[in-house]
T-cell receptor
Framework: AQSVTQLDSQVPVFEEAPVELRCNYS??????LFWYVQYPNQGLQLLLKYLSGSTLVESINGFEAEFNKSQTSFHLRKPSVHISDTAEYFCAVSPYLIQGAQKLVFGQGTRLTINP | NAGVTQTPKFQVLKTGQSMTLQCAQD?????MSWYRQDPGMGLRLIHYSVGAGITDQGEVPNGYNVSRSTTEDFPLRLLSAAPSQTSVYFCASSYSVGGYEQYFGPGTRLTVT
Protein backbone atom coordinates (compact mmCIF):
# COMPACT_ATOMS: atom_id res chain seq x y z
CA ALA A 1 0.00 0.00 0.00
CA GLN A 2 1.03 3.59 -0.53
CA SER A 3 0.54 6.76 1.47
CA VAL A 4 1.36 10.38 0.75
CA THR A 5 1.90 13.19 3.24
CA GLN A 6 1.92 16.84 2.26
CA LEU A 7 3.56 18.61 5.13
CA ASP A 8 1.83 21.99 4.78
CA SER A 9 -1.91 22.45 4.39
CA GLN A 10 -1.55 26.15 3.52
CA VAL A 11 1.38 28.16 2.18
CA PRO A 12 1.04 31.96 1.85
CA VAL A 13 3.79 33.74 -0.08
CA PHE A 14 4.29 37.12 -1.69
CA GLU A 15 4.33 37.53 -5.44
CA GLU A 16 7.76 36.94 -7.02
CA ALA A 17 9.00 35.09 -3.92
CA PRO A 18 10.22 31.48 -4.13
CA VAL A 19 8.09 28.65 -2.84
CA GLU A 20 8.51 25.00 -1.89
CA LEU A 21 5.62 22.60 -1.35
CA ARG A 22 6.70 19.49 0.47
CA CYS A 23 5.64 15.92 -0.24
CA ASN A 24 6.75 12.66 1.34
CA TYR A 25 5.50 9.24 0.43
CA SER A 26 5.61 5.70 1.72
CA UNK A 27 5.45 2.58 -0.40
CA UNK A 28 6.65 -1.01 -0.30
CA UNK A 29 6.99 -1.03 -4.11
CA UNK A 30 8.38 1.36 -6.71
CA UNK A 31 6.03 4.18 -7.62
CA UNK A 32 5.38 6.84 -10.20
CA LEU A 33 5.12 10.35 -8.70
CA PHE A 34 2.87 13.21 -9.73
CA TRP A 35 1.94 16.75 -8.88
CA TYR A 36 -1.56 17.87 -9.83
CA VAL A 37 -2.94 21.41 -9.57
CA GLN A 38 -6.54 22.42 -8.93
CA TYR A 39 -7.51 26.00 -9.74
CA PRO A 40 -10.61 27.35 -7.96
CA ASN A 41 -13.81 25.55 -8.94
CA GLN A 42 -12.08 23.33 -11.47
CA GLY A 43 -10.94 19.75 -11.80
CA LEU A 44 -7.35 18.62 -11.38
CA GLN A 45 -4.68 19.06 -14.04
CA LEU A 46 -1.33 17.33 -14.24
CA LEU A 47 1.53 19.71 -13.42
CA LEU A 48 4.46 17.32 -13.73
CA LYS A 49 5.43 13.72 -13.15
CA TYR A 50 8.41 11.52 -12.45
CA LEU A 51 8.53 8.10 -14.06
CA SER A 52 12.23 7.29 -14.27
CA GLY A 53 15.55 8.78 -15.32
CA SER A 54 16.61 12.28 -14.26
CA THR A 55 15.39 12.98 -10.77
CA LEU A 56 14.62 16.63 -11.58
CA VAL A 57 11.46 17.19 -13.60
CA GLU A 58 10.06 20.49 -14.83
CA SER A 59 6.70 21.84 -15.90
CA ILE A 60 6.01 24.32 -18.69
CA ASN A 61 5.08 27.10 -16.26
CA GLY A 62 8.29 27.19 -14.21
CA PHE A 63 7.64 24.61 -11.49
CA GLU A 64 10.10 21.83 -10.84
CA ALA A 65 10.19 18.81 -8.54
CA GLU A 66 13.01 16.58 -7.44
CA PHE A 67 12.63 12.91 -6.67
CA ASN A 68 14.73 11.89 -3.67
CA LYS A 69 14.58 8.13 -3.25
CA SER A 70 16.52 7.95 -0.01
CA GLN A 71 14.23 10.50 1.66
CA THR A 72 11.12 9.28 -0.20
CA SER A 73 10.29 12.86 -1.09
CA PHE A 74 9.08 14.72 -4.17
CA HIS A 75 9.06 18.40 -3.23
CA LEU A 76 7.70 21.01 -5.63
CA ARG A 77 9.49 24.32 -6.11
CA LYS A 78 9.18 27.52 -8.07
CA PRO A 79 11.81 30.30 -7.89
CA SER A 80 9.33 33.15 -8.44
CA VAL A 81 5.56 32.81 -8.09
CA HIS A 82 2.78 34.78 -9.74
CA ILE A 83 -0.75 35.60 -8.67
CA SER A 84 -1.97 33.08 -11.24
CA ASP A 85 -0.25 30.26 -9.30
CA THR A 86 -2.88 30.56 -6.56
CA ALA A 87 -4.39 27.07 -6.41
CA GLU A 88 -4.43 23.84 -4.47
CA TYR A 89 -1.59 21.44 -5.22
CA PHE A 90 -1.79 17.70 -4.76
CA CYS A 91 1.06 15.24 -4.62
CA ALA A 92 0.13 11.72 -5.73
CA VAL A 93 1.73 8.33 -6.33
CA SER A 94 0.72 5.21 -8.19
CA PRO A 95 2.45 1.83 -7.95
CA TYR A 96 4.85 0.96 -10.72
CA LEU A 97 2.76 -1.01 -13.20
CA ILE A 98 3.50 -1.30 -16.90
CA GLN A 99 -0.12 -2.04 -17.74
CA GLY A 100 -3.32 -2.09 -15.69
CA ALA A 101 -5.18 -0.04 -13.10
CA GLN A 102 -3.24 3.18 -12.56
CA LYS A 103 -4.64 3.85 -9.10
CA LEU A 104 -3.56 7.18 -7.68
CA VAL A 105 -3.06 7.80 -3.96
CA PHE A 106 -3.23 11.50 -3.12
CA GLY A 107 -1.85 13.62 -0.36
CA GLN A 108 -4.09 15.98 1.58
CA GLY A 109 -3.32 18.96 -0.62
CA THR A 110 -1.51 22.27 -0.08
CA ARG A 111 -3.33 25.52 -0.67
CA LEU A 112 -0.92 28.04 -2.17
CA THR A 113 -1.99 31.65 -1.76
CA ILE A 114 -0.03 34.40 -3.50
CA ASN A 115 -0.26 37.87 -1.99
CA PRO A 116 0.55 40.97 -4.04
CA ASN B 1 -12.40 16.46 -27.86
CA ALA B 2 -14.65 17.25 -24.92
CA GLY B 3 -12.31 15.30 -22.60
CA VAL B 4 -14.01 14.07 -19.42
CA THR B 5 -17.51 15.38 -18.81
CA GLN B 6 -19.58 15.06 -15.66
CA THR B 7 -23.23 15.79 -14.94
CA PRO B 8 -24.77 17.31 -12.96
CA LYS B 9 -22.46 20.07 -11.68
CA PHE B 10 -24.45 20.49 -8.46
CA GLN B 11 -26.98 18.27 -6.70
CA VAL B 12 -28.85 18.39 -3.42
CA LEU B 13 -30.37 15.17 -2.12
CA LYS B 14 -32.34 14.23 0.93
CA THR B 15 -31.13 11.37 3.12
CA GLY B 16 -32.24 8.06 1.66
CA GLN B 17 -32.67 9.26 -1.91
CA SER B 18 -30.75 7.61 -4.73
CA MET B 19 -29.12 9.15 -7.76
CA THR B 20 -26.58 8.55 -10.51
CA LEU B 21 -23.62 10.77 -11.26
CA GLN B 22 -22.74 10.62 -14.92
CA CYS B 23 -19.22 10.51 -16.36
CA ALA B 24 -18.20 10.23 -20.00
CA GLN B 25 -14.91 10.47 -21.89
CA ASP B 26 -14.18 10.64 -25.60
CA UNK B 27 -10.47 9.76 -25.56
CA UNK B 28 -10.89 5.97 -25.83
CA UNK B 29 -9.27 5.50 -22.44
CA UNK B 30 -9.44 2.06 -20.89
CA UNK B 31 -9.02 3.17 -17.28
CA MET B 32 -11.71 5.21 -15.54
CA SER B 33 -12.13 6.01 -11.88
CA TRP B 34 -14.20 7.92 -9.36
CA TYR B 35 -12.79 9.96 -6.48
CA ARG B 36 -14.35 11.98 -3.73
CA GLN B 37 -12.69 15.14 -2.44
CA ASP B 38 -13.19 16.21 1.16
CA PRO B 39 -11.44 19.12 2.91
CA GLY B 40 -8.09 18.12 4.38
CA MET B 41 -8.30 14.60 2.99
CA GLY B 42 -7.23 15.00 -0.60
CA LEU B 43 -8.93 12.73 -3.13
CA ARG B 44 -9.90 9.18 -2.25
CA LEU B 45 -10.60 6.44 -4.76
CA ILE B 46 -14.14 5.07 -4.70
CA HIS B 47 -14.30 2.63 -7.65
CA TYR B 48 -12.36 2.06 -10.82
CA SER B 49 -12.56 0.20 -14.10
CA VAL B 50 -9.92 -1.09 -16.52
CA GLY B 51 -12.38 -1.68 -19.35
CA ALA B 52 -15.98 -2.35 -20.29
CA GLY B 53 -17.46 -4.97 -18.00
CA ILE B 54 -14.60 -4.78 -15.47
CA THR B 55 -14.91 -2.79 -12.24
CA ASP B 56 -13.32 -2.97 -8.81
CA GLN B 57 -13.44 -1.25 -5.44
CA GLY B 58 -11.13 1.49 -4.33
CA GLU B 59 -10.43 2.83 -0.87
CA VAL B 60 -13.94 4.06 0.05
CA PRO B 61 -16.53 2.00 -1.92
CA ASN B 62 -19.31 1.65 0.66
CA GLY B 63 -22.61 3.19 -0.38
CA TYR B 64 -21.65 3.43 -4.06
CA ASN B 65 -22.13 1.19 -7.08
CA VAL B 66 -20.62 1.38 -10.54
CA SER B 67 -20.95 -0.42 -13.85
CA ARG B 68 -19.20 -0.01 -17.17
CA SER B 69 -21.12 -1.17 -20.19
CA THR B 70 -19.17 0.94 -22.72
CA THR B 71 -15.64 2.33 -22.95
CA GLU B 72 -16.98 5.89 -22.84
CA ASP B 73 -19.31 5.88 -19.82
CA PHE B 74 -18.73 5.16 -16.14
CA PRO B 75 -21.70 6.18 -13.96
CA LEU B 76 -21.56 6.26 -10.17
CA ARG B 77 -24.71 5.33 -8.28
CA LEU B 78 -25.56 6.38 -4.75
CA LEU B 79 -27.97 3.77 -3.48
CA SER B 80 -29.33 5.53 -0.37
CA ALA B 81 -27.72 8.89 0.19
CA ALA B 82 -26.31 9.77 3.62
CA PRO B 83 -24.98 13.11 4.93
CA SER B 84 -21.51 11.51 5.04
CA GLN B 85 -21.62 11.39 1.24
CA THR B 86 -21.68 15.16 1.01
CA SER B 87 -18.57 15.80 -1.06
CA VAL B 88 -17.19 16.82 -4.42
CA TYR B 89 -16.96 13.90 -6.82
CA PHE B 90 -14.44 13.68 -9.64
CA CYS B 91 -14.30 11.25 -12.49
CA ALA B 92 -10.95 10.60 -14.20
CA SER B 93 -9.74 8.60 -17.18
CA SER B 94 -6.43 7.50 -18.70
CA TYR B 95 -4.81 4.83 -20.80
CA SER B 96 -3.94 1.74 -18.77
CA VAL B 97 -0.25 2.39 -19.31
CA GLY B 98 2.13 2.92 -16.42
CA GLY B 99 2.57 6.55 -15.47
CA TYR B 100 0.15 7.91 -18.04
CA GLU B 101 -1.55 11.21 -17.21
CA GLN B 102 -5.05 10.98 -15.75
CA TYR B 103 -7.58 13.47 -17.04
CA PHE B 104 -10.15 14.77 -14.57
CA GLY B 105 -13.67 16.00 -15.11
CA PRO B 106 -14.90 19.31 -13.65
CA GLY B 107 -16.57 17.63 -10.67
CA THR B 108 -20.03 17.25 -9.15
CA ARG B 109 -20.73 19.01 -5.87
CA LEU B 110 -23.20 16.87 -3.90
CA THR B 111 -24.96 17.92 -0.72
CA VAL B 112 -27.03 15.43 1.28
CA THR B 113 -29.36 16.92 3.85
Amino acid sequence: AQSVTQLDSQVPVFEEAPVELRCNYSSSVSVYLFWYVQYPNQGLQLLLKYLSGSTLVESINGFEAEFNKSQTSFHLRKPSVHISDTAEYFCAVSPYLIQGAQKLVFGQGTRLTINP
Amino acid sequence: NAGVTQTPKFQVLKTGQSMTLQCAQDMNHEYMSWYRQDPGMGLRLIHYSVGAGITDQGEVPNGYNVSRSTTEDFPLRLLSAAPSQTSVYFCASSYSVGGYEQYFGPGTRLTVT
